[in-house]
């Protein structure tokens, strides 16, 4: 009997501390995410000008004009170009990761160089390439100079901006992929291996029938994660460029509403863009898990 | 054949080498370019590249705390980072620990409304945050950067709830048994057994705290709420016509030397922890 009662008194306590315990997460998800994401679907079909503070229900006009703005297919196809760095920093990532995990000598140190990119801030990243590609004085250009390369001019010319964009994510993004590949590197049975070699198989062979099916679910982590990210760029455009670039070459889509919700005061469009936005990221993500059911391994 | 086998992963091994010395060189000279070019007294960079300044001019890292608020830009970057790691930490563990280890009503449909919450574009949630902050006057305060922080990181509980789920229950009923509270099992058992994952955990918040551009730049205006992040990137657009680098690179090292020396101290956790949290092959 008094067992019984005991134990009850303990579930009940452990009810009351495990929400205890989630209820500051639970407030954070509820007062900065769901309210305003709650807001951002209401607002969306409404023609809210933050300065004059008014606001009328419009209905789909404002997604009728964003999707009948030229700027924002504009906008939409340099979306779609940002997500070149992924397939080169997949790549990179795993090489050094092999690398790494077959004990190359050194492989700490450099751990700690090809980190120093992903740690430090963005701004600073930008500050650092606007001058290393700077057209006149740049590093780049000098040592392209030096090989008789005429060097472009990587942050002026709208057909070099978004590039110059790209090999800096591919830069930044190698050392935490790689970091990521290591790790599941590092979970692969080493008795696959062995049976392998028992059968007399090749390394070749051993790298394309186990590592890389192995390595799948991280590669997919990492792919799904870099798309939904990628299709975010942002910070990028608008540190390179003051208003998306010449010709709007380098303006993302979230660069779009950031500039129809805080320099033209355009919230409805803005927030009817974002939720179209939400959307297709929404899409993209569900088709790519149905996807990964042809090529993602999934063990026994 | 045993010698051939040998040769060739000598060679594999040397290539790799060569391989992610390549990589190495390319990740790290920008940043020596930087370092350099700081060096430099501003009129002397605009000729053929020259990596070791002639003469070192230390001038730019006392000129820069004139040209900038950078001091404040420190201070504010300071307060935020601290508060939102400390509080932060321990509200994330927290529910962390609820999440692996107790039984409470709702878990599960909690638990996947916060792994919801991380699909949800950045721009979707930072529009509506800003009106509503506008609405109780908190833009151009730091508190937009503080207060979501303090309550905790969706990514941090995740990565320690996988973590305490590999702990065994056990420990716990045997604690339970010996008359000992919940909150003492989370705080002398689980947040000890859990340090290494805890401090990737922390490098992490920090650095994302540290770095963070996009937060300040919408929520604050005023040079004396910028975070040191907002004095670079306004010095960048302000000095980058005047073409005086050497005083924004040596901003920029001042505001990446934190993390830089935070990540090369605390790196041995990394791949660790990853190994146990991340991805299971």
Redesign the interface.
């Known amino acids: 009997m008094t067992t019984i009662r005991r134990r009850q008194v303990m579930q009940r306590r452990e009810r009351l501390w495990g929400l205890l315990f989630v209820t500051p997460i639970g407030l954070q998800v509820l007062l900065f995410c769901i309210v305003p994401v709650g807001i951002a679907i209401v607002a969306g079909f409404t023609n809210w000008n933050v300065i004059k503070g008014t606001y009328d229900f419009i209905g789909l006009d404002n997604f009728v004009e964003f999707l009948t703005d030229k700027k924002f297919w504009i906008a939409a196809g340099n979306t779609v170009y940002m997500l070149i760095p992924i397939p080169f920093y997949l790549f990179f990532g795993i090489l050094f990761a092999l690398g790494s995990h077959r004990g190359t000598p050194g492989s700490r140190i450099f751990r700690i160089l090809f980190f120093l990119p992903y740690i430090s801030s963005i701004v600073a990243l930008v500050v650092m390439w606007r001058w290393l590609f700077n057209y006149q004085y740049g590093l780049v250009n000098q040592m392209l100079a030096g090989i008789g390369i005429q060097g472009p001019d990587w942050l002026g010319d709208p057909a070099w901006i978004k590039t110059t964009i790209v090999i800096m994510i591919v830069w930044k993004m190698i050392g935490i992929t790689s970091i990521y590949v290591l790790a599941a590197l590092k979970n692969i049975p080493e008795v696959y291996y062995e049976a392998a070699r028992l059968d007399g198989a090749s390394a070749i062979r051993m790298f394309f029938q186990i590592t890389l099916p192995m390595l799948s679910p991280a590669i997919f982590f990492l792919t799904i994660v870099g798309i939904i990210g990628s299709l975010q760029t942002f910070v990028e455009v608008q540190l390179f460029t003051s208003d998306g670039g010449r010709n709007y070459s380098a303006a993302t889509i979230t660069y779009y509403i950031w500039q129809k919700a805080f320099v033209s005061n355009d919230l409805g469009l803005a927030f009817a863009a974002a939720f179209f936005f939400a959307l297709v990221i929404l899409g993209v993500t569900l088709i790519q898990f149905r996807l990964s059911r042809r090529w993602v391994y999934e063990g026994e | 054949m045993a010698r051939t086998n040998t040769a060739v992963r000598r060679t594999?091994?040397v290539v790799?080498?060569l391989?992610?010395?390549a990589?190495?060189v390319?990740?790290?000279l920008?940043?020596l370019?930087?370092l350099s070019?700081s060096l430099k007294q501003s009129n002397l960079?605009?000729g053929?590249?020259q990596w070791i300044p002639d003469p070192i001019n230390w001038a730019n890292y006392s000129r820069i705390w004139d040209a900038a608020p950078l001091a404040t830009g420190l201070a504010n970057s300071t307060i935020v980072t601290v508060l939102v790691v400390a509080v932060g930490t321990f509200?994330?563990t927290?529910?962390a620990?609820?999440?692996a280890k107790?039984?409470?009503?709702h878990?599960r449909t909690?638990f996947v409304?916060?792994l919801a919450?991380i699909?949800?574009?950045?721009?979707?949630?930072i529009?509506?945050?800003?009106?509503?902050y506008?609405q109780i006057g908190w833009i151009d305060t730091l508190l937009p950067l503080i207060v979501?922080g303090?309550?905790?990181n969706?990514t941090m509980?995740f990565f320690l709830r996988q973590y305490m789920l590999g702990i065994a229950t056990e420990l716990m009923e045997a604690a339970?048994l010996d008359g000992a509270?919940?909150?003492r099992i989370?705080w002398s058992i689980f947040l000890p057994l859990c340090k290494p994952a805890i401090a990737a955990n922390v490098i992490i918040v920090f650095?994302a705290t540290?770095?963070d551009?996009?937060g300040p730049?919408?929520f604050t205006s005023s040079p004396e709420n910028s975070t040191v992040?907002l004095v670079?990137?306004s010095l960048?657009?302000f000095h980058?016509e005047q073409t005086d680098?050497p005083l924004?690179?040596a901003?920029?090292i001042i505001?990446?030397l934190p993390?830089?020396i935070l990540?090369?101290i605390t790196?041995k956790y990394?791949?660790d922890s990853?190994?146990f949290t991340?991805?299971?092959?």
């Open positions: 594999g091994t790799s080498f391989l992610m010395l990589g190495g390319t990740m790290v920008p940043f370019w930087m070019t960079v605009f053929p590249p509200s994330s927290m529910a620990f609820a999440f107790l039984a409470f009503p878990k909690l409304a916060l919450t699909m949800i574009p950045l721009v979707v949630l529009l509506p945050q800003f009106l509503v506008a979501p303090l309550l905790g969706v509980i339970k509270g919940f909150f989370y650095m540290w770095n551009y996009l730049l919408i992040q670079i990137a960048n657009s980058a680098f924004i690179m901003a920029s505001a990446v993390v830089v990540f090369t790196q990394f791949v990853f190994a991340g991805i299971k092959g």
